[in-house]
């Protein structure tokens, strides 16, 4: 079954950065729409940011605007999240995610990866 795997988290301090990779399996996921997802304990899983299958599409959330860049490798199967200037409120674990249409809603994925821990330090 095809998976998605998710590696690039750990622990850096405010202002700090990170690059977030996640991998396909194999070419199941061609045509997909990737996103990147963020969840803290005891809340609802919250949209970061998305991207089209050419790159020609792209969204992020209001809050990450200007710091976070979302990229894919459809060669290497794999989508890229560049976190720049982190915050403490960035804390979090980062899911990746494959859909069919652009959306912000977690329900409109299909499938997700095990998630990746991001701990920002003040």
């Known amino acids: 079954q095809a998976q998605l795997v998710e590696s690039g988290g750990g622990l850096v301090q405010a202002g700090g950065s990170l690059r977030l990779s996640c991998t396909a399996s194999?070419?199941?996921?061609?045509?997909?729409?990737m996103g990147w997802f963020s969840q803290t304990p005891g809340k609802e899983r919250e949209f970061v940011a998305s991207?089209?299958?050419?790159?020609?599409?792209?969204e992020y959330a209001d809050s990450v605007k200007g710091r976070f860049t979302i990229s894919r490798d459809n060669g290497k199967n794999t989508v890229y999240l560049q976190m720049n200037s982190l915050k403490p409120e960035d804390t979090a674990v980062y899911y990746c995610?494959?859909?069919?249409?652009?959306?912000?809603?977690?329900?409109?994925?299909?499938?997700w990866g095990q998630g990746t821990q991001v701990t920002v330090s003040s």
């Open positions: 995610a494959a859909g069919i249409v652009r959306s912000k809603l977690p329900g409109m994925y299909k499938y």
């Open positions: 194999d070419s199941t996921f061609s045509g997909y729409r």
């Open positions: 991207i089209s299958w050419s790159g020609g599409s792209i």
